[in-house]
């Protein structure tokens, strides 16, 4: 055989086992290892997803990632690919060695996206198996957070996968006692809590967005209302859209407990009416001077807040998909409904309005005439 025959044929055969490498597969094994600590950029990332829509790109590649330096005998952990979601599971084990199976929930933390069904069993079977789980631990178990239980059915994916599923603590802080004590969960581990201070930190991811879906109509129904009331009334419907966004986007989260009611959309309105009542005495004369306006304030704002409030369903765990979708059943014809009637106040207000403006329109052209005379 001539060389360059035996040349050609070896540069064939390279080829046929270069395409039989997978190249996901090394790309994975390469950035798969991680450790316990966060840097720089993890904590400036944390804060970028709390303040800004930063959030929704906030994730990290589905797959296998071997935290510190995992063996046969390390537990396997299913998280979100949220990457906040993911960093709080790895600092929580800081210490220890484990398998973080990370499924592809667009980005979306594990009770949201449990409740969606995207942390769910065909998932978590997919990564099972594309991760080759079976290769890389003795055990036959996958540890899936309590918050992810919605959408895992634990049969299923022992039977498809020979993987036993254990529902793990509902916080990432309680995974290393739960590992220790042999994946047995203690009650507290298994109740749900929502003090203040995780409430608090979820406020900024309330507030920015609904200040950035609020100030453009608030601005042009402020500048209406300035041209056909004064500007009295202007500045009282401008201030009336941060009040009820402040209502339902702060005071809600901060006074969850204390304000009467179980439905968010309720306890919104509480607090709407609340400053909807007190925001006269704080203010001089305007806006709730007129009876058509007031009357339509009082419809339209502490259903704003309410609805500000309704969203800040879906960032507590303390709300279940089923509950969130009869509330919302419930209280999305009341804000069209709302929307219809403050608009129609809103309408006769305006009605009410035109025929006096013309009047005094009438009087200054008058007063202006005699006076062009009189300096004649």
């Known amino acids: 055989m001539a060389?360059?025959?035996r040349a050609a044929e070896r540069v064939i055969q390279l080829k046929?086992?270069?395409?039989?490498?997978?190249?996901?597969?090394?790309?994975q094994s390469m950035r798969s290892a991680i450790s316990s600590e966060w840097t720089f950029s993890d904590h400036w990332g944390q804060l970028r997803s709390r303040v800004s829509g930063f959030r929704m790109r906030y994730t990290v590649e589905p797959g296998i990632y071997a935290l510190n330096s995992p063996g046969e005998d390390s537990p396997v952990i299913a998280t979100a690919n949220y990457k906040l979601s993911f960093d709080?599971?790895?600092?929580?084990?800081?210490?220890?060695?484990?398998?973080?199976?990370?499924?592809?929930?667009?980005g979306i933390?594990?009770?949201?996206?449990?409740?969606?069904g995207r942390f769910g069993t065909f998932e978590l079977m997919k990564r099972i198996r594309e991760a080759e789980l079976e290769k890389l631990v003795r055990h036959r178990k996958v540890i899936v957070p309590q918050?992810?239980?919605?959408g895992v059915v634990a049969h299923r994916v022992q039977k498809e996968t020979g993987f036993r599923v254990f529902y793990g603590p509902v916080r990432a802080a309680d995974l290393p006692l739960y590992i220790d004590n042999g994946m047995t969960a203690s009650r507290e581990m298994r109740l749900i809590q929502f003090p203040m201070f995780e409430r608090l930190v979820l406020i900024p991811m309330e507030w920015v967005p609904g200040f950035r879906k609020t100030i453009l109509p608030a601005t042009a129904l402020s500048a209406l209302s300035g041209l056909l009331f004064g500007w009295?009334?202007?500045?009282?419907?401008?201030?009336?859209?941060q009040l009820m966004l402040i209502a339902g986007a702060v005071g809600v989260p901060a006074l969850l407990p204390w304000i009467p009611g179980r439905a968010f959309a309720f306890k919104g309105w509480?607090?709407?009416?609340?400053?909807c009542l007190v925001y006269p005495g704080l203010v001089p004369p305007g806006l709730f001077e007129n009876t058509w306006i007031a009357a339509a304030a009082f419809v339209f704002f502490p259903l704003?807040?309410?609805?500000?409030?309704l969203e800040f369903t879906g960032a507590t765990p303390i709300t279940g998909m089923s509950a969130v979708k009869r509330e919302m059943r419930f209280a999305v014809p009341i804000y069209r409904a709302a929307l219809y009637i403050s608009v129609t106040l809103f309408m006769i207000a305006a009605a009410a309005e035109l025929p006096a403006r013309m009047v005094a329109k009438a009087g200054a052209a008058v007063h202006g005439g005699e006076a062009r005379q009189v300096t004649r």
Request: proline content about 3%; some cysteine.
């Open 3 to 5: 060389p360059g025959y």
């Open 270 to 275: 509480i607090l709407g009416m609340f400053a």
């Open 147 to 150: 918050l992810g239980a919605p």
């Open 16 to 27: 046929k086992l270069l395409s039989a490498v997978s190249w996901a597969g090394i790309e």
């Open 88 to 106: 709080k599971v790895r600092r929580a084990l800081t210490g220890k060695s484990a398998w973080i199976l990370v499924l592809n929930t667009h």
């Open 109 to 116: 933390n594990v009770w949201c996206a449990a409740g969606k």
């Open 304 to 309: 704003l807040s309410s609805f500000v409030a």
């Open 232 to 241: 009295s009334v202007a500045r009282d419907v401008f201030f009336l859209f």
